[in-house]
T-cell receptor, first 112, second 115 residues
């Protein structure tokens, strides 16, 4: 079975600071895809960033970047220069076939 | 505008009263899926469909039915809802599953309460 673990149920960061959200996964697949989704209070699911497992280079999207460690099966999300609008639930997700497997989420609060 | 449309956004019903949550996508996507989201459990897949007339169970299919008679529509049917099906439901679609360039597009969710 493929599982995704987010070990931080809640986190808090001050505006303009940097925060890192952790995610580990378990799989026997060799190629797969990893995603971070953001769910603000509006409950929309918004794709933040994605990474393909065979690509060595870590993905970056503006203030969002990942630290992908394939051997350790780790896929953490770094948010730089945090903004109030980053307050949301963040889900790590793993996709290698017909389903996107989600972690339980990390609730991030950005404070002024 | 490319989108996945779910209706209704909110639904309160009573135990045993059959209901349908509709889902429609206008992107000509092959793949569609239903998830439920519960606090502390993340999102769990209920059913998915690879194409018209092709559906399969996800991780939590008990108590749910789906159909895929047209490519754009993928309704979720609760024949006899129970309180443990109170949840936030998401429909999602993508051109192909498991593809880097095909992340899931989500609907805006349906908040279901079964009393």
């Amino acid at each position: 079975a493929q599982t995704v673990t987010q070990s931080q149920p809640e986190m808090s960061v001050q505006e303009a600071e940097t925060v890192t959200l952790s995610c580990t996964y378990d799989t026997s697949e060799s190629n797969y895809y990893l995603f971070w989704y953001k769910q603000p209070p509006s409950r929309q699911m918004i794709l933040v960033i994605r990474q393909e497992a065979y690509k060595q280079q870590n993905a970056t999207e503006n203030r969002f970047s990942v630290n992908f460690q394939k051997a350790a099966k780790s896929f953490s999300l770094k948010i730089s220069d945090s903004q109030l609008g980053d307050t949301a639930m963040y889900f790590c997700a793993f996709n290698s076939g017909y389903a996107l497997n989600f972690g339980k989420g990390t609730s991030l609060l950005v404070t002024p | 505008e490319a989108q996945v449309t779910q209706n209704p956004r909110y639904l309160i019903t009573v135990t045993g009263k059959k209901l349908t949550v509709t889902c429609s996508q206008n992107m000509n996507h092959e793949y569609m899926s239903w998830y439920r989201q519960d606090p502390g459990l993340g999102l769990r897949q209920i059913y998915y469909s690879m194409n018209v007339e092709v559906t399969d169970k996800g991780d939590v299919p008990e108590g749910y039915k789906v159909s895929r008679k047209e490519k754009r529509n993928f309704p979720l049917i609760l024949e006899s809802p129970s309180p443990n099906q109170t949840s936030l439901y998401f429909c999602a679609s993508s051109p192909l599953p498991g593809s880097y360039n095909s992340p899931l597009h989500f609907g805006n969710g349906t908040r279901l309460t079964v009393t």
